[in-house]
């Protein structure tokens, strides 16, 4: 790993470490499983997002910021490398299922394109990480063997979810050109932004909230 850092861009790799070691301080705050499973985990959506631009050089980073960002928690550093081998795993194999269909980091300006990332990068890459992640949660006694379903669901739900919230925004703003605004997308977006809040009323509202559970109520993320 040594090597690959000293033979590429050391601040891409720095920056990228940084970046997954701080969203998952923010992203722990949601833990609501063995404190370590989050039902949002920003940090795969800066994983991916840096594989599909940087490509597989900057993998040492998302190794280096797993890790610290697992061990940082107190967990056991077993437990940090296994969780650092499958948050890996997860971005290389979305970036290798994205890259073997698009050729290209995915702008998601095209349907074929969000379709890909969809299946691809949401729901098929957070399967290493997810499975790995309960294994070690099991070995490690924080959860018991009757968790290791739940356990392994919501590590996927976390992380799937953070990779659809988070990637997207960094995939597609090296292509906006914010200097010059399009009318039409400024409608667009003011739409948008209101049916966020419209949809925040009513999901988080006293009289919905009180019925919603656990990935239910995180529903409205995506």
Known sequence: MLSAIRNHNLPAV????????????????????????????????????????????????????????TAMTGAPITFAITTAIGNSLEAWLGYVLLHSFLRHAPRLNRLRDVLHFAVRGVLLSPLPSSLLGGIGLLLHSMIPGSEFPRAVFVWWFGDAMGILIIAPLLLTIPYHDLRRPDPERSLEFGSLLATVFLLGIITYGNSVSANLEGPLAYGIFP
């Not at 923010?26 to 949002?40: E, H």
């Not at 997002?49 to 050089?57: I, K």
Request: net charge positive.
């Open 14 to 69: 720095i920056g990228v470490a940084s970046a997954y070691v701080v969203s998952a301080q923010l992203g722990l705050q949601l833990a609501t499983y063995a404190n370590n499973v989050t039902l949002v985990w920003p940090p795969s959506g800066i994983a991916l997002a840096a594989m599909c631009l940087f490509g597989s050089r900057i993998l040492p980073a998302i190794i280096l910021g797993a890790f610290l960002a």
